[in-house]
């Protein structure tokens, strides 16, 4: 939707007599869709259930599906928050010689926008307003700026309109023309840079989570990703605005920030694996008192992200406006702006489809971001070829890539930071590793022999005494309990102890498990102490398959119990620690 409505207003947005009110139209637009919204969500779960009753167990026809609903009640709004940026570039930028303070300058201010709704949503309203009122007020915000605008738009667009004809003008006779392979090439860089951007996001979250002691859920972890990934852009931007006006081969220093995003990921995977504990503040939990400190808890998490991602996102914030100035024209430059920001944003989509069906199978987190700093660097390296007077900052940039990436390879090649998951507490072993598109499994032994299963970092299951009495519990308590129970559903698969213990129970006729992650059961076999390998030699799922009583469902469980048709005697689930 951003890169659809970017592209469209900014082909016609240099031809808008009243740019202001055109961008008060917009936000009246995105205000109405953001009060229509909530209300149809409400709805589609019954076009999503009808669906899933079709196509639940065929995951790429569902996700498909599910596709095509985001798309029809995403993109209108998301095309007209698109169109806002090349609208306001046209309303903005009359003179070459500003273009770049003013296009960082107003990409910086959305930019720092963006971080107060990430970190306000997450941190506040949805806690004390909830979601739909949260979501209210933010259309509120939307409609206040359209009426602003269009009160405005009288005492503002003719200046506005005025100085664009000069500009114009003088843009025919002054400005030079921008040579079309340059042209091409930026455009490439930005849509590559995007796909980095965003497929780099994807994994620093993943990886992220092994540091986070408390607030470890997924919306204050994400909301606090977000809020730093985006004050980066904001503040790179807003840094580089004012100096871009001022260099001379502005190709040459895109090159350079191109350069320095690509060796400050390679460096985010050795902060992210050995240093993100050591930017704690203070312990925000007092054990005398019972009490968590929310705010200190919430800092140390802004803190650990900002060491992991700050410096790569504040040159990123940085790349932007440097390749605005060097293909935008003053005459085009709504259409110009546009054009670079929606094949980012392209990009962007890309990089957050690759990163969980390309890059974590098949290279792993650690060694992904490796490979994204790779390519940053290369993109940096051809565009510093291409730059006049460039030969000298080659052969600097180039070795300084190699000083950095070959001890960071040979890190990882010895594997002392391919794995995120540590041993902890007297594990002395890794039995099982795999970094699977949804989450990190690891299997740990310790020096007695006992085995633990974590997931994301948290051990949810395993073979000591204790687990293994609340594993057998969540079977044989339920069943203790009820008349004549025939069919249960345990929640998530774990270890497989409380699928062993429920079938062993000759009353059940229907036994299903259902797991959001497929590589938990890739890990069973090194869990046999409490599973028993019930399934036989055979791989969880195949059993499945073949056992007239049990079945594995791969889904996440609020779903699969929302739309199932099936009923159960009894559902057992292990309490979730609150801080997950």
Request: proline letters at 4%; charged letters at 15%; glycine letters at 10%.
């Amino acid at each position: 939707g951003l890169a659809l409505g970017s592209w469209l207003l900014g082909r016609v947005s240099d031809r808008l007599r009243r740019p202001l009110a055109t961008y008060g139209v917009l936000e009246l637009a995105i205000g109405f869709c953001g009060l229509a919204i909530p209300l149809l969500l409400d709805r589609l779960y019954l076009v999503d259930g009808w669906a899933y009753r079709h196509w639940g167990q065929n995951f790429t026809v569902l996700t498909g599906f599910r596709f095509i609903l985001a798309l029809a009640v995403m993109l209108l709004p998301t095309t007209l928050m698109g169109a806002t940026l090349p609208v306001l570039t046209r309303f903005f930028v009359h003179e070459r010689r500003h273009l770049g303070l003013h296009v960082g300058g107003l990409y910086a201010t959305n930019t720092f926008g963006a971080v107060c709704g990430a970190f306000l949503a997450g941190f506040f309203l949805i806690a004390s307003l909830g979601l739909y009122h949260t979501q209210w007020t933010a259309a509120g915000l939307n409609l206040l700026v359209a009426v602003l605008s269009l009160v405005l738009s009288p005492l503002l667009d003719r200046p506005a309109q005025q100085g664009a004809k000069a500009a114009s003008r003088a843009a025919q006779t002054e400005e030079p023309a921008v040579d079309p392979s340059i042209y091409r090439w930026i455009l490439f860089t930005a849509m590559c840079s995007g796909m980095v951007a965003l497929c780099a996001q994807v994994i620093w979250s993943r990886s992220l989570v092994f540091s986070f002691e408390y607030l470890k859920n997924t919306t204050y972890a994400f909301s606090a990703m977000l809020t730093v990934f985006l004050a980066g852009l904001a503040l790179g931007s807003a840094v580089i605005g004012p100096l871009i006006d001022h260099q001379r081969f502005p190709l040459r220093l895109y090159g350079i920030l191109l350069m320095l995003i690509g060796i400050s990921i390679a460096v985010s995977v050795v902060v992210a694996v050995s240093g993100a504990e050591a930017m704690l503040w203070a312990t925000p939990y007092n054990e005398e008192t019972g009490e968590l400190n929310w705010s200190l808890a919430v800092l140390n998490i802004m803190l650990q992200t900002f060491g992991v991602v700050g410096i790569p996102t504040l040159l990123m914030g940085m790349a932007f406006p440097v390749a605005a100035r060097v293909i935008t024209r003053v005459g085009h430059v709504g259409g110009d702006v546009g054009t670079l920001y929606s094949v980012n944003t392209l990009g962007s989509i890309v990089g957050s489809l690759a990163a969980a069906v390309v890059i974590v199978p098949l290279f792993g987190l650690t060694k992904g971001l490796l490979l994204l700093g790779v390519i940053e660097i290369a993109l940096g390296l051809a565009t510093i070829a291409r730059s006049p007077a460039g030969r000298m900052h080659l052969r600097l940039f180039g070795g300084l890539a190699v000083f950095v990436l070959v001890p960071i390879g040979f890190w990882l090649a010895r594997g002392e930071g391919a794995r995120l998951q540590p041993l902890v507490n007297n594990d002395v072993a890794m039995r099982f590793y795999d970094e699977g598109a949804l989450a990190t499994v690891a299997v740990a032994e310790n020096s007695l022999g006992d085995r633990t299963i974590y997931v994301d970092g948290v051990g949810v299951a395993g073979t000591d005494q204790v687990l293994q009495t609340d594993q057998k519990s969540l079977a044989h308590l339920p069943m203790m309990l009820l008349e004549r129970p025939t069919s249960a559903l345990t929640v998530g698969f774990g270890s497989g102890g409380a699928s062993y213990s429920l079938l062993l129970h000759d009353r059940l006729t229907t036994v299903h498990c259902v797991e959001i992650c497929p590589n938990v059961l890739d890990a069973a076999p090194t869990l046999d102490a409490a599973n028993h390998r019930f399934y036989g030699d055979l791989h969880p799922l195949e059993f499945a398959a073949r056992d007239d009583r049990y079945e594995i469902i791969i889904d996440d469980a609020r779903a699969w119990l929302r739309y199932t048709d099936q009923r159960y005697d009894f559902i057992a689930t292990d309490c979730t620690d609150l801080r997950y």
